[in-house]
């Protein structure tokens, strides 16, 4: 069994916000793969279902982005999973918009969503950033990461959420570099 966190904000006003994008992942993927209905649990939204033959439960902490760890170790302790059973889709300011990469561990370059689960669970845990891009300037940042999306960029934000969907068996079987390939070539079609 695998935890798959998508992290974001809470609330329609947040809905299309770039720091949302990791809910938008999960909301996908649930749609594509048929998976049970929402339930509320571990301080937010859960979600059970299959990708492949792999049960997968899917988590969006309803803890706002900065307290997301919370959630997530709930969800961990009560699942007794370790950290090689966690996924966590999140905006990515240092990928070009739409682009898509996978990393094990590491840092959390600023993202108070993945500092929170790094403090309550530890920080080697599968990341998939999904790039949104850097408006340029430091100064810009919160601004632009909690924009939402432009309606031009509206195609292509659906034509990743719809790779990463389609291509998610990938990332069930451990297969990484094979699920960034077969992303980017849908993607390109």
């Not at 809905?15 to 571990?42: E, T």
């Not at 709930?74 to 090689?84: G, I, Q, T, V």
């Not at 790039?131 to 924009?147: M, S």
Request: glycine share 14%; aromatic share 8%.
């Amino acid at each position: 069994m695998q935890l798959w966190v998508g992290l974001g904000n809470p609330g329609p006003q947040y809905a299309m916000q770039r720091h949302n994008v990791g809910f938008m992942a999960l909301d996908v993927m649930a749609d594509m793969h048929n998976f049970g209905a929402v339930q509320k649990k571990f301080q937010g939204w859960v979600q059970e279902g299959r990708i492949g033959t792999e049960k997968v439960i899917f988590l969006k902490p309803a803890t706002y982005m900065n307290e997301s760890g919370r959630s997530v170790g709930e969800a961990m302790r009560f699942y007794k999973l370790d950290l090689n059973a966690l996924t966590v889709f999140h905006d990515e300011l240092d990928l070009a918009p739409f682009k898509v990469k996978v990393k094990q561990g590491g840092g959390h370059a600023g993202h108070n969503g993945l500092r929170s689960i790094d403090q309550h669970c530890g920080g080697e845990f599968q990341r998939v950033r999904l790039g949104i891009g850097h408006p340029g300037h430091k100064d810009r940042v919160t601004g632009y990461v909690l924009g939402n999306y432009a309606k031009a960029e509206q195609d292509a934000l659906v034509g990743m959420l719809g790779a990463v969907s389609a291509e998610a068996e990938w990332l069930i079987k451990g297969d990484a570099p094979r699920f960034m390939t077969e992303v980017a070539r849908r993607q390109q079609d």
